[in-house]
């Protein structure tokens, strides 16, 4: 795909278990702060858990379940691709699972690429502008990547014969994408329909990577993700457009939400982003140091009654500070806020700030994650 790829440990098995989780590896080399990668140390990978909703390695804030998944023969869900706040530094993925079968979107060095991931009956055959850096998949180059704020892009599994025929008595999986270029569905791959642990079917409509030290997304609220549509193939074979609140359960967790959710509407929509949002505003800025404002808003709805954020200073040393308290780990520092700045009303900002001396050429700070309640 590109040549930061090439850093991804060839050896290391894509799927396999540790302590009873399923693992993938992720290549470490495309992410803005690799240093802060404890797990880059083996040849260039980290590992993401799967299979689960509390992952060390990759965490889905947002989540929409359909409450049936034993009962479709395929699954079609469109996503309008979301405008990020911080995409110089952003690493985070839009997708969804539908049997131990996992396609999307995946934000990374700048880029939105199309990928799949747990194709475990061999990758022959399947899209050849996909990579296979996970073993089982991989992220998509070409004309699957570069997608901008706005545009839509389309997913399609569907129960299918070992030769890609559609059948809703096919024990495959076979994925599809449809770039909205005219061109219709186009193959990507395929794998079993059979989940050992039941069938699932559900999007995570952000995952982000925080915990391993990469910059969370910051997503725009007027420029959202949006839930454009999901269809279910029927027994017999015909689809149904989704609509009404009893097919989905929905989960959340800060700095995230879910707005405009209009679950009556055929199709049924919704939209995601950051309730909270942090940038930085440099001042003072001189050959060896530098001031910096940090503002940290509230998108509502509701008030926030405390929050905090983390400041990677990268190749600079914090000198003084106010109007938070700032913990430090590292490169890294959390602010907290003081009694008197803790709240954020609807719409309303907060602002702290430091000074910093420069020890080297990548001493432009960045915030790498927020959150509040």
């Not at 140390?41 to 689960?52: H, K, P, Y």
């Not at 990759?58 to 998944?69: C, E, N, Q, W």
């Not at 914090?318 to 009694?339: K, V």
Request: with cysteine; proline share 5%; net charge negative.
């Amino acid at each position: 795909m590109f040549d930061a790829l090439q850093c991804a440990a060839s050896s290391m098995d894509a799927r396999r278990k540790i302590e009873g989780v399923l693992k993938r590896t992720l290549p470490c080399g495309l992410l803005a702060s690799v240093a802060a990668l404890g797990g880059c140390a083996d040849g260039g990978t980290a590992l993401e858990e799967v299979g689960s909703t509390s992952q060390p390695y990759g965490s889905y804030d947002l989540r929409s379940h359909y409450t049936k998944p034993s009962e479709p023969r395929g699954w079609i869900i469109e996503w309008e691709v979301p405008e990020l706040l911080n995409p110089n530094t952003a690493v985070g993925v839009v997708g969804q699972w539908y049997n131990n079968f996992e396609s999307g979107i995946y934000y990374i060095g700048g880029r939105w690429y199309v990928y799949y991931y747990g194709d475990n009956n061999g990758l022959a055959g399947n899209e050849p502008s996909c990579n296979s850096i996970w073993e089982s998949g991989g992220t998509c180059d070409g004309i699957f990547s570069d997608f901008q704020p706005g545009q839509r892009v389309v997913f399609k599994y569907e129960f299918c014969t070992p030769d890609h025929a559609p059948s809703v008595d096919g024990t495959q999986n076979c994925l599809y994408v449809d770039l909205n270029d005219g061109a219709g569905f186009r193959f990507l791959a395929e794998d079993t329909n059979v989940r050992p642990d039941g069938a699932e079917m559900y999007a995570h409509d952000i995952e982000h990577f925080r915990s391993e030290g990469y910059v969370m997304p910051q997503i725009s609220c007027a420029a959202p993700t949006k839930m454009v549509r999901q269809e279910v193939k029927n027994t017999d074979g015909s689809w149904t457009t989704l609509s009404g609140a009893d097919h989905w359960t929905f989960f959340s967790t800060s700095p995230y939400k879910f707005q405009n959710q209009q679950l009556d509407t055929t199709p049924a929509t919704w939209e995601t982003c950051s309730r909270i949002t942090a940038s930085v505003t440099l001042r003072q800025v001189n050959e060896t140091n530098y001031c910096a404002d940090v503002t940290v808003s509230n998108a509502g709805p509701e008030a926030i009654s405390n929050w905090s954020l983390v400041v990677d200073l990268n190749q600079s040393t914090m000198t003084n500070n106010w109007s938070a308290n700032f913990i430090q780990d590292g490169s890294r520092y959390t602010a907290m806020p003081m009694f008197w700045n803790a709240s954020i009303a609807p719409g309303g900002s907060q602002t702290v700030g430091f000074c910093a001396n420069k020890t080297g050429e990548n001493w432009r700070p960045i915030v790498a994650a927020e959150e509040g309640q």
